[in-house]
């Protein structure tokens, strides 16, 4: 990995991305303006934030999601985090970290961005910071079981219709 990778394929995904609403557009200016003041904005060490890769990961039929209870944000989430040593891409770190959480290989990624989100936490930093999280749709194949990692307090399949009420995950 560098930082000039995970950088240049950050700002090409979100150049690239159409946006439907008004909100995502502007937020999609606001990380492509992040991206062109900090150089080193995907890794984990810049501090006032950074981009992080998430996983929206639907069963094979598209009917249910795969949602973990994350132990620091408390709440249903989907799969993700920080882009590590070995990702050249952001799309790349989405399935790795995909894969880890989940437990399920043979995972299957549409490399185009899915969406975006912004999130004020205290990750492994320990300080405050903002995750600018770049989601990609990840596919399991039939019959695909999750096994929770130490990274999740649960992890389970949820009918995209029928969230848990405090679910922050984006469905299209």
Known sequence: MTAESLHASATELLTEWKPDTGSDASLREAMLAFLGSAPRGCLREHAPGHITASAV???????????????????????????????????????????????????????????AQAHPITCSLGVPTRHLDLLFRITAP??????????????????????????DVLIR
Request: glycine residues 10%.
């Open 142 to 167: 039939p019959g695909a079981v999750p096994v929770r990692s130490a990274e999740s307090v649960d992890l389970r399949w949820w009918a995209v219709d029928a969230l848990p009420p405090d679910a």
């Open 57 to 115: 990961v639907l069963s094979h039929d598209g009917r249910e999601v795969l949602l973990t209870l994350h132990p620091r944000v408390g709440r249903w989430i989907q799969l993700g985090g920080h882009c590590e040593t070995g990702d050249e891409t952001v799309a790349d770190a989405a399935l790795r970290e995909a894969t880890e959480e989940s437990g399920i290989p043979g995972l299957r990624l549409d490399p185009d961005l899915y969406g």
